[in-house]
């Protein structure tokens, strides 16, 4: 009964995750593809100096995909009984982490608006600032995971 509890929380967790981001998606394409005469009627809305999506936002990506696949790496290692490769697959998706999010604030620094600009700049701060609250979540989560399995906590 408390496996299925845990399962059934998990799963109400993520359903209430996506949920939470396709609303700012849902903000966003809204707002894009029918933007109203008080933006300009234009998207981005005038005087918005768009982030080019090829360069740190890409980054980023393919950090945040890297991640993905060390963790995996990681699980399947505990899975194997492999401990030096399982710590090291969790010690390289933190080190992913914390790059990531330090490239995330690198670019809210220097971002040409603010959130106070108009729906983009409140759109753009809101969900990539909820994104990066989930990502540091992760890495605190990920760090207590590594200590643990360098505690033999973890079994196969």
């Not at 963790?71 to 010690?91: E, N, Q, R, S």
């Amino acid at each position: 009964a408390v496996q299925q509890g845990l399962r059934m929380g998990m799963i109400l967790f993520i359903v209430s995750e996506i949920m939470f981001f396709f609303a700012f998606f849902w903000a966003f394409f809204t707002s894009s593809l029918s933007p109203v005469f008080k933006i300009g009627g234009v998207w981005p809305p005038a005087g918005i100096e768009a982030i080019s999506p090829w360069g740190l936002p890409l980054l980023n990506t393919i950090i945040l995909l890297s991640s993905g696949a060390s963790v995996t790496w990681a699980h399947h290692a505990i899975v194997g009984g492999f401990k030096k490769d399982a710590l090291l697959g969790l010690v390289i998706t933190i080190i992913f982490a914390v790059i990531f999010t330090g490239l995330q604030g690198f670019e809210y620094v220097n971002a040409p608006f603010a959130m106070s600009d108009s729906v983009y700049g409140s759109v753009f701060f809101m969900a990539t600032g909820f994104h990066g609250f989930h990502v540091i979540i992760g890495t605190i989560f990920l760090f207590v995971c590594a200590f643990r399995l360098y505690l033999n906590h973890f079994s196969r």
